[in-house]
C-alpha cells in the first residue's frame, strides 16, 4: 500500500505563487518518476510537469518558463513551485507516483488551486 498526499492548494492573485508538495509513503522500494496533473471543470486531465528517477524534468509548454518541479528525496516528496499565475491556471492538481518495476501507479486525492482578483 502506498498513500499519495498533496498540499499546498489555495486561492491566490494573479502574478502570485503557490508552492505545491506530494508526499509519498507506505510500501516504497524504487520510485521511477513522479508528475503533476491538472484537471479544470470541463476539461479533461492534463500533464503539467514530471521528474524522472535520474532527476530529468519535462513541463508542458503552457506552463513552461513559470512552473518549477522539484524532489526532496529524503522526505520522499516532489515540489511544484507555481509563478506567475494567471486564471488559466486554474484547476484541481494531482500527483501520480510511479514505482519501478511491477510496483504500479499511485494517485494522490488533489489539491485546489484558483487564481482569481
Known amino acids: 500500500q502506498v498513500q499519495v498526499v498533496e498540499s499546498g492548494g489555495g486561492l491566490v492573485q494573479p502574478g502570485g505563487s503557490l508552492r505545491l508538495s506530494c508526499a509519498a509513503s507506505?510500501?516504497?522500494?524504487?520510485?521511477?518518476?513522479v508528475a503533476w496533473y491538472r484537471q479544470a471543470p470541463g476539461k479533461e486531465r492534463e500533464l503539467v510537469a514530471i521528474i524522472n528517477s535520474g532527476g530529468g524534468t519535462n513541463y508542458a509548454r503552457s506552463v513552461k518558463g513559470r512552473f518549477t518541479i522539484s524532489r526532496h528525496n529524503a522526505k520522499n516528496t516532489v515540489y511544484l513551485q507555481m509563478n506567475s499565475l494567471i486564471p488559466e491556471d486554474t484547476a484541481a492538481y494531482f500527483c501520480?507516483?510511479?514505482?519501478?518495476?511491477?510496483?504500479?501507479?499511485?494517485w494522490g486525492q488533489g489539491t485546489q488551486v484558483t487564481v482569481s482578483s
Open positions: 507506505g510500501s516504497i522500494s524504487s520510485i521511477n518518476a
Open positions: 501520480n507516483v510511479r514505482l519501478a518495476g511491477t510496483g504500479g501507479d499511485y
